[in-house]
């Protein structure tokens, strides 16, 4: 097991064991905890009651976070010559189709959401194997394949994230960056946790949310009380 360092102990050791923290201090104590010389992501786990492997019982869905993810999201708009310029004009970093499939084809994914069209996915299936593994492949559900391209694509830049239940159990999602004020790592927090609340399956039994946590990327994660959530 590898030895903590000495920031990593001094970071554990103002987290008390055992205790559940409220989203508002342990928003404030992650500030403290958080030692990096680079401004770190939030991230939130959320472990719920549910059983992925039924279909019943999947949860996703996206969420805009109220003060944005904090980080420039790169965003490739696969489209029509006619919605170029809606594409463009609404902050899109990457916009085409051919030579873009061309170069994904040969395994680019320099990006992190590609927004495209209804009639256009005919095209992305034979790139599944690239794009599915990575999280790029866009989805009608989470609102990366429509004809309301700018729409989608500011959507996007604005702090709109999408999350999914992984195979544990578990959603997983950055949230923000370490600096952060406290009440917005709070607001941003809170956000996510209310849109998975009304996202529960009728097929989910006994407790939903199990347990919550938050933690910044080089910090020992914060475990939240899930009732005062």
């Avoid at 700018?150 to 999350?163: L, P, R, T």
């Avoid at 406290?182 to 996202?199: C, G, M, P, S």
């Amino acid at each position: 097991m590898a030895k903590l360092t000495k920031k990593q102990k001094e970071a554990a050791s103002k987290i008390e064991k055992n205790k559940l923290y409220s989203l508002k201090d342990a928003s404030s104590l992650l500030k403290t905890v958080a030692s990096a010389k680079f401004d770190e992501s939030v991230d939130i786990a959320v472990r719920l009651g549910v059983d992925p492997r039924k279909a019943n019982q999947m949860v996703r869905g996206v969420v805009t976070l109220p003060h944005g993810t904090g980080k420039d999201t790169k965003v490739l708009a696969l489209v029509t010559p006619d919605k170029e310029a809606e594409a463009k004009a609404a902050g899109a970093d990457f916009v085409g189709l051919d030579d873009y499939l061309q170069k994904i084809k040969d395994g680019w994914t320099d990006v992190d959401v590609i927004i495209t069209m209804p009639a256009i996915m005919g095209k992305l299936g034979p790139l599944g194997r690239v794009l599915g593994p990575r999280g790029l492949m866009p989805n009608p559900k989470t609102g990366t394949v429509t004809m309301e391209i700018g729409k989608a694509v500011a959507e996007v830049k604005a702090g709109k994230i999408d999350f999914k239940v992984d195979k544990t159990g578990i959603v997983h999602a950055g949230i923000g960056r370490i600096s952060f004020d406290a009440d917005k790592i709070v607001d941003n927090a809170h956000e996510i946790i209310q849109t998975l609340v009304k996202l529960k399956p009728t097929a989910a039994k006994g407790t939903y949310i199990k347990s919550i946590h938050l933690s910044s990327t080089m910090s020992p994660a914060i475990a939240l009380d899930p009732k005062a959530v």
